[in-house]
């Protein structure tokens, strides 16, 4: 490549690095459903996602309407299927609750998001 | 996350750089036709590209690692650099271990780099140069695995990856083999010595093209999927300029072949100005093939058409009809849209409120645009309640509700109502028109998208209707008391039976107060609370049976979300006769066909 070429190769792509970038692996369903009431307090959270996830950096909470972890903290993926992200729960009083993922799928990128659901007695 | 894309940019071009100049140098050049201080010249100058490539292929693919774990743990540069990050992404992520086995491969090349450059191996150089070459096709083959194939699974992962690699081993072979020609064409004087390195670079080339675009399209079909997805996304557009720089390439590549490289073994002047042509029309194409490998870098870090929202850029689709010859309608940009909201009952109860404040005083309290004000308009508001409304996409229905119909008096609603509500609106409006066809239909048999609802039995754990998980069929049984308790004992009765084959009772109150919610022992097994907006949603399905006859309704839900059958009112059998029935629909009636244009939720 002559030196011009080179140049306005380098320049291009400096461009590129000031871009915005996007990444994917989405959240199919939930268990309880997004958005959903619930009679009785679940005892854990699950989540599908569209594609394997790497457990290393997958993470999920759940936040009463204070911001108040109320989840066990032992998040973990299935290790027979890996788009399934599941915590398990402090017995919960009723109420709304939050909860907030962060995964990176196999193809190196990261989704975050995050739904509530409600536990009604 | 960006400078991921210019570090990926710059290792793709130094990778394929060092593999084609190894291609160059293993298949090319030699057999050697003479060896004189010229050729000397060429090979000191190959080599010298070579070792930089390595070196940058090295470096880049370095710095790739510490890009890549500051985005995955989502922390700064600096942070990733320290710490455990980068030693939990190698030994805990499936980029970590591609990423060391692809390490071991470029430091084994560079290896065989510098030893080639030892006057002491020479008696070996084309044991070394063929090993080389070895080391760089794993090397540009195991990116494969680095990017959206990966994320794929079973025999499609392997289809994928392979197509993939088989993608970039090709590119590598002629975009790196680009500059080495250049420069071997400037050392020699000697036109069939030009002829003959010409004649074997367009070999490899016009194989490479023809790997490149039977790949490419096995690529597409895994990544973009359909014709809206290439038109109306970002990953889309890339992929037509990618597309549009290869096309440019391809004729550069088949002037020199067609037109010059027959010029170089003329007579006179013809064979040096060919070989300038040839030369400069080459680094053209290498200038362009960077440019190619730069989108590479942007569609790996994009999300894939597939997947992404779309934007459809023209006022026209083909609409493809079972009962007609494909024919061009009318488009709009969201046609194509995929809802941010799911077609479920409580979203749908959303949109009937949405509906009755906003929509009926012109459409008419049930659809028929017949509302209070229709009267003063010259063009009448649309029957909504009516199979056409089927005919047009979710996409088409959230258009005109957002921005009006031009023409027409029904007004633009974008300003007035969130994006959320708009979608709910769409899915109440669908319903209707389902329902309307729905209403025609003098047997219990239907077919129509079933709205989706969870469901509880008792403190069991919440169900969906449709689903992986889901192994039955469920049988919805909308009730009220005290009319309808003797039939909910007499299904509670049938349902351990029902369950058998497949067929899951679940009755849920149509009023959610005290008098018509059971709490009998006898009925455990099939008492459900269900998500909001339910008893509302499929009450619309027996909008023409008269309030005294409603309940019990029942509804067939297959394991799909289809809706199979429906009774209700005078329609309902007894229990015997129903149950029977119910099983027939379960287990014979699915030859039904199934309408295929309908947009599911995403």
Known sequence: MKPLWLAVWVTACAAIATSPARAHAFLDHAAPVVGSQVRGAPSSVTLWFTQELEPAFSTVKVLDTQGREVDRGDKSVDPRDRTVLRVTLSPLAPGTYRVVWRVLSVDTH???GDFTFTVVP | MNTLVAVRAVHYVAIAQAFGALVFATAIARPRMEADAATQVRDRSIASLLNWSVAVALLSWLAWLALQASAMAGIPLSRALGGSTLWRVVHETSFGHVWLVRFALIIALAALVVLRRSSAWDAHRAALDASATLAGVAAIATLAATGHAAADTGSDKLVHITADAMHLIAAGAWLGALLPLVMALRATANPLQAHMLARRFSAIGMASVGVLIATGI???VYLVASWPALFGTEYGGLLFAKIALFVIMVALAATNRL??????VRGGAAPVHAAARIARNARLEAALGAGVLTIVAMLGVSVPAAHDQTWWPFPFRIAFDERTLPSIVSAYPTTYAHPPLRYTVTSIARGSALYDANCASCHGPEGHGDGPAAAVLTTKPADLASEHVLDHLDGDLYWWITHGIAGTPMPAFGAGLDERPRWDLVNF??????????????????????PEF??????GPQQAISGA????ATLLVLYALPQSRERLLELATAAPDLARSRIRVVAVPLRNDAETTIEDPRLAEIAATASPGLAETYQLFFRNVAPADRGPMAFLIDRDGWLRARWGGSGMPRT????KQVRWFATEGQGAKRPTAHQRGH
Do not use: C, H, W
């Open chain 2, 259 to 264: 037109r010059s490289t027959p010029q170089l």
């Open chain 2, 454 to 459: 969870a469901y509880q039995i008792g403190l």
């Open chain 2, 218 to 220: 096995v690529n597409s």
């Open chain 2, 429 to 450: 409006v669908k319903t209707i028109a389902a329902a309307s066809v729905v209403q025609g239909s003098r047997s219990a048999m239907i077919d129509a998208e079933a």
């Open chain 2, 469 to 472: 998980s889901v192994q039955a």
């Open chain 1, 110 to 112: 990261v989704t975050e």
């Open chain 2, 576 to 579: 015997a006769e129903f149950v």
